[in-house]
Every structure is written in C-alpha cells, then in structure tokens.
C-alpha cells in the first residue's frame, strides 16, 4: 500500500533522511522506532507532505504522491495524527470531530460517523459537547486520532500517540489500535514504547541518523534485546 524509495528530506541546509526505504502493506500495522532524532516523525510529515524539500519514491496505492499538497494526499485515504495531536481550542469534541469530515465522502453522514466513533470511544461519548481544550492530555490523544478515522482513511500513520499519557489511556489506545488493524485500517506507528508498540505489530523498521538499520518481524524485534539497547533505549 506504501512504498517509500531512497527518501531524503531537508530542513533547510540540514539533511535528515539520508535514502530511507520501507513499506507498509495493506492490513498491517508497522512500528518505526529509533532514539529521538532519528528521523521518525521526518518520515511521516515527508509522506503526509508536510516537508517542504524531499526527494526519492513515495508510493501511495501504486500511485506517486511527493509531488500532492497534504490535502490531496488526504483525500486519498491517507491520514496523519501529530504528536502535539493539534485540537482546536475553541470547539466542542464533537465539532473536532467534524473537522475530520470537511473533506470526506462521508460528510454527509455525519451522525452516524460521531455514533459510531462515540461507540468506539467511551470517554469521547461523554465530552462531545464539551470544551475539547478541558479534556485531559490522553484523552484529547484519543480525540485527535478519533478525528482521524473519522474519514475511515486507508492508512493511518501516528506519532508517538503515548506520549505523556497515563497507563491506564495508553492501554485503552492501544487495544483500539488493535480493533483498527482488525477493521482493516493500515497503520504505520512511531512509538517510544516499542515493548508495547511490538506487541501489536506486525513488523518494524529502525532509525538510526536518518537511515533504516534495521528491519524485521516484531517478533524477532522482541527477541532481541541488543537490537533494542543500541538503537532504541533513551
């Protein structure tokens, strides 16, 4: 569903992906792990489009994307939730929710999408004409990526979703990763946690100083514990 060929990114005079290659297949969810500045979340915003100067193969479906604005490339199935996870302030939970469905076929039915994401999310079912800036850190976590999939995207890629979220949020996230997969949404995940992230994965990639150094099944990621030391602990 993903190919990514000889990617480089740049910002400004500072080359961050030195020829990246990976790929994601339809179904599986994908961890992209490695210490912070590595190049993870370069990888993504260079898929989303977000990067301004980027060279190589980015394949979405069979299909060249580099050169499509970040809309377009959303518009086709591809959905991004950032680590900062963006909520506007000013809204409801439900009308963050909307804003997922501006540019979407399903626009139109947008009560059944809120049910339906409301039926996933309990915790998002009693805040949807709520502030979204009081909620909780996790649980606008969980509004960002419910605001995500509100489209029913093809893939989903998301940056370090756990981050400063309780144990308690980040299992409940995880275990609707899960339900995600078995939907058959795609999911390419950047995750510290990669312990966790592993335990849901299909495969993983890891980056190290803008490059892939390694690449396998997350069972044999698990098993291999000087793999992780060297290029995963903090």
């Given at each position: 569903?993903?190919?990514?060929?000889?990617?480089?990114?740049?910002?400004?005079?500072?080359?961050?992906?030195?020829?990246?290659?990976?790929?994601?297949?339809?179904?599986?969810?994908?961890?992209?792990?490695?210490?912070?500045?590595?190049?993870?979340?370069?990888?993504?915003?260079?898929?989303?489009?977000?990067?301004?100067?980027?060279?190589?193969?980015?394949?979405?479906?069979?299909?060249?994307?580099?050169?499509?604005?970040?809309?377009?490339?959303?518009?086709?199935?591809?959905?991004?939730?950032?680590?900062?996870?963006?909520?506007?302030?000013?809204?409801?939970?439900?009308?963050?929710?909307?804003?997922?469905?501006?540019?979407?076929?399903?626009?139109?039915?947008?009560?059944?999408?809120?049910?339906?994401?409301a039926e996933t999310f309990p915790r998002i079912r009693e805040r949807l004409d709520q502030q979204a800036i009081t909620m909780?850190?996790?649980?606008?976590?969980?509004?960002?990526?419910?605001?995500?999939?509100?489209?029913?995207?093809?893939?989903?890629?998301?940056?370090?979703?756990?981050?400063?979220?309780?144990?308690?949020?980040?299992?409940?996230?995880?275990?609707?990763?899960?339900?995600?997969?078995?939907?058959?949404?795609?999911?390419?995940?950047?995750?510290?946690?990669?312990?966790?992230?592993?335990?849901?994965?299909?495969?993983?990639?890891?980056?190290?100083?803008?490059?892939?150094?390694?690449?396998?099944?997350?069972?044999?990621?698990?098993?291999?514990?000087?793999?992780?030391?060297?290029?995963?602990?903090?």
């Amino acid at each position: 569903m993903l190919k990514i060929e000889n990617l480089h990114a740049w910002y400004g005079a500072s080359h961050v992906l030195q020829g990246i290659n990976l790929e994601v297949q339809r179904g599986e969810l994908v961890c992209l792990v490695g210490r912070n500045g590595a190049g993870k979340t370069t990888t993504v915003k260079s898929v989303a489009g977000l990067i301004p100067k980027v060279q190589g193969l980015v394949e979405f479906e069979g299909e060249s994307i580099l050169g499509l604005p970040a809309h377009a490339r959303y518009e086709r199935g591809l959905a991004y939730v950032p680590e900062e996870r963006r909520i506007v302030p000013g809204l409801t939970v439900r009308e963050n929710i909307r804003l997922g469905l501006l540019a979407s076929p399903l626009r139109h039915k947008e009560a059944q999408v809120i049910e339906e994401i409301a039926e996933t999310f309990p915790r998002i079912r009693e805040r949807l004409d709520q502030q979204a800036i009081t909620m909780s850190g996790g649980e606008q976590q969980m509004l960002a990526i419910a605001r995500a999939v509100a489209s029913k995207p093809k893939l989903v890629m998301l940056d370090e979703p756990s981050e400063g979220i309780m144990p308690l949020l980040v299992e409940e996230m995880f275990r609707y990763f899960t339900q995600l997969k078995e939907n058959g949404v795609t999911i390419l995940l950047i995750e510290q946690n990669v312990d966790l992230a592993l335990r849901i994965a299909d495969r993983a990639y890891i980056l190290d100083q803008g490059e892939v150094v390694y690449h396998g099944t997350a069972e044999e990621m698990l098993a291999d514990q000087a793999i992780q030391e060297r290029y995963c602990s903090v």
